[in-house]
């Protein structure tokens, strides 16, 4: 155990020691080809010099390992290109020495040695250069591996193309080595007498996990490049069905080297799973929209505010500035920025969108031509206790922006809203539903004094999104690592999700295509039921929901509903150019009477009584209807009066 033990530690024998073996080799080479023509009768060595011919022999020999660097790959990682450095060494000894015994022949009449016999030399000496080689990199693979076999996840490789090699290949060198590849998969049936690696190919004619189990195995890794988006979540629920484990590997047609590609073998995340296609973006159009423009984003420091400044900076913005009262989270942002290569300059500014005079100071500075509004308060529950904060943020902090968009005509206003503002069951909802109305109330304002709008107003409504500050993902990975339980407040409670970067795509996309008034609606694909997700998130952390932990049903909390809506029920849709946007057609408020609820909204917020702050809102959006709240009350007595 403590020879293993030490040869195991042993990274690479010096290149002296290698050489010295290659010459022992070479000598044992020449040495048997010397007795096998003697055997025979015949004599390797014709001419009277032979000690010259031997030494020159040698020489050459060391020559050519030095001239094709031989001596330089680490034996026990041997490949190919060492193979053929060795073939290249040998042939080129065989080239010079046929060269000089032809020459031998023409001046002195006679041949120095047989050619035959220096053919099967050196033969002799490549087999036995290769095959020690060969042994070396065996005995290591076999018994002084850092991990022994029986502690590695016996795993399979999902596919049989180039990719799944590379994989393979790569997995088989790591180090320490996580995994033991006991075969690979082949959809196609097409390959099952054949073997890659030395490994089979199973070739796939029932489920998946029915095959791994045949072959004990307790992962798979996704590595094939034809595996289409339905086919990979059809294989990842099936094999989460068996409490097996599912890795995946990033499609990249350009591998770097080895260790770059096992360590981008990781497990499957929950965002896989989304029943999605990839987001095709107008480039063109958004790109026309930001270079070399003045951005200004709020709310830059949360989940979505921050990926909208990365996306922005890659269509070369003039000036970039970040806007966030969170002081922490927006320095991890300026420190992130400060490190992408870029010509925008990015401004980082702490502020709160509620002090009108402070924000004024901010357009007056920097003349934003565009503005991402995604500063928000988002929390259900905790805007249902504190609906002044609300007001604040959301509806006043809304309208404080889009003034000062409007004063300083801001050529674009881009609104990030919620499909919580769509027949509100809570305080936050309606809040936002209440900004929604305001900044459509403005560019109707503008049209119908000017004719034409200064600034153009534009909403995007999207659902919840999987990874967001606070999101349900985030909480369930959190109480997994602390063992449970999962806390869920109903069983049939329902949520559409979308990943980070492709909310905010749409996003700019909206806001290219926008031309004022509209209230863009996101395809969010298929509800997940909130349920299910616990279920699955377990599973791919690699344990069994209900026995190794629990999932606790809490009851829903205050203004929360069992599913959300993107549509209000008198609301229809018009089709964009775009497949997964649409425009919702909303009633529009006049500004007038709108200004003026808002105002009183305001400052009844200002006195911090609940009650009159929930009734009001009730009366700007008449569809607001608490649930599960002690606003309830207040929809009881406007229908008895």
Same mark, same amino acid.
């Given at each position: ?421 769509? +027949?509100? =069951?809570? *305080?936050?909802?309606?809040? /936002?539903? @209440? &900004? !929604? ?7 109707? %304002? #503008? ?21 967001? +500050?606070? =999101?349900? *993902?985030?909480?369930?990975? /959190?109480? @997994? &690592? !602390? ?7 109903? %069983? #049939? ?21 926008? +031309? ?126």
């Amino acid at each position: 155990m403590k020879l293993r033990s030490n040869l195991s530690n042993l990274g690479y024998l010096p290149r002296w020691i290698i050489i010295s073996i290659d010459f022992i080799v070479l000598m044992l080479s020449f040495f048997f080809t010397f007795l096998i023509f003697k055997g025979t009768g015949l004599d390797y060595i014709s001419t009277p010099y032979s000690l010259v011919f031997i030494g020159s022999f040698f020489g050459t020999n060391l020559f050519f390992f030095w001239l094709f660097r031989t001596y330089s790959g680490i034996i026990r990682h041997s490949s190919n290109i060492d193979a053929l450095k060795l073939l290249f060494s040998q042939i080129s000894v065989l080239i010079v020495f046929l060269i000089y015994n032809f020459l031998h022949e023409i001046f002195f009449q006679q041949k120095a040695f047989l050619n035959t016999a220096l053919f099967i030399n050196i033969v002799l000496s490549f087999c036995g250069l290769f095959l020690y080689r060969m042994v070396v990199k065996q005995t290591f693979e076999l018994y002084f591996s850092e991990k022994s076999s029986e502690k590695l996840m016996r795993t399979v490789v999902y596919g049989t193309d180039a990719n799944a090699i590379s994989v393979a290949n790569a997995l088989k060198f790591e180090t320490p080595s996580r995994f033991k590849i006991v075969g690979f998969v082949d959809k196609n049936s097409q390959n099952a007498s054949k073997r890659m690696l030395d490994l089979p190919i199973l070739v796939q004619r029932k489920k998946l996990p029915a095959l791994m189990r045949s072959v004990g195995a307790e992962s798979v890794i996704l590595a094939d490049k034809g595996l289409s988006k339905e086919e990979q979540i059809i294989i990842v629920e099936q094999c989460l069905e068996y409490n097996y484990k599912v890795f995946t590997v990033p499609l990249i047609s350009d591998w770097e080297n080895q260790k770059e590609i096992s360590q981008k073998v990781k497990t499957i995340q929950i965002e896989d799973l989304l029943e999605r296609k990839p987001i095709v973006l107008d480039n063109k159009g958004i790109s026309k929209q930001l270079k070399d423009k003045v951005i200004l984003i709020s709310g830059a420091a949360g989940s979505i505010g921050s990926e909208i400044a990365r996306q922005v900076l890659l269509f070369n913005p003039k000036k970039i500035i970040i806007l966030d009262q969170a002081e922490t989270p927006l320095h991890h942002l300026k420190l992130e920025t400060e490190s992408i290569e870029t010509n925008a300059k990015i401004r980082t500014v702490v502020g709160d969108i509620r002090n009108m005079e402070a924000m004024d100071e901010i357009f007056k500075l920097y003349r934003p031509q565009v503005v991402f509004h995604a500063a928000a308060y988002k929390h259900v529950p905790l805007m249902e206790e504190n609906p002044s904060q609300a007001i604040f943020t959301n509806i006043k902090g809304t309208k404080n922006l889009a003034d000062l968009s409007c004063l300083y005509k801001v050529k674009k206003f881009v609104m990030v809203s919620t499909d919580k503002a769509v +027949n509100p =069951s809570n *305080v936050m909802g309606a809040s /936002k539903r @209440i &900004a !929604e109305k305001y900044v459509q109330s403005l560019q109707l %304002k #503008d049209i119908s004094e000017k004719g034409s709008a200064a600034t153009k107003f534009i909403t995007t409504r999207f659902g919840n999104v999987l990874g967001s +500050n606070g =999101s349900v *993902v985030p909480l369930f990975t /959190k109480q @997994i &690592a !602390e063992g449970g339980p999962l806390t869920i407040t109903h %069983k #049939d409670i329902i949520r559409y999700f979308m990943t980070i970067p492709e909310a905010c795509q749409l996003v700019l996309e909206a806001g290219a295509m926008g +031309n004022g008034g509209e209230i863009y609606i996101f395809d969010m694909g298929k509800p997940v039921k909130i349920i299910d997700l616990a279920n699955k998130m377990i599973k791919l952390a690699g344990f069994i929901p209900e026995k190794d932990i629990k999932i606790e049903i809490v009851g829903l909390r205050p203004g929360e509903k069992l599913y959300e809506e993107l549509l209000n029920d008198t609301s229809k849709t018009i089709p964009t150019h775009h497949a997964k946007i649409m425009i919702a057609e909303e009633i529009q408020e006049e500004f007038e009477g709108l200004h003026t609820d808002i105002d009183e909204l305001i400052n009844i917020a200002n006195l911090f009584a609940n009650d009159a702050i929930v009734a009001k809102m009730k009366k700007i959006v008449p569809e607001f209807k608490s649930m599960n709240s002690s606003y309830e009350i207040l929809d009881q007595k406007e229908i008895t009066q």
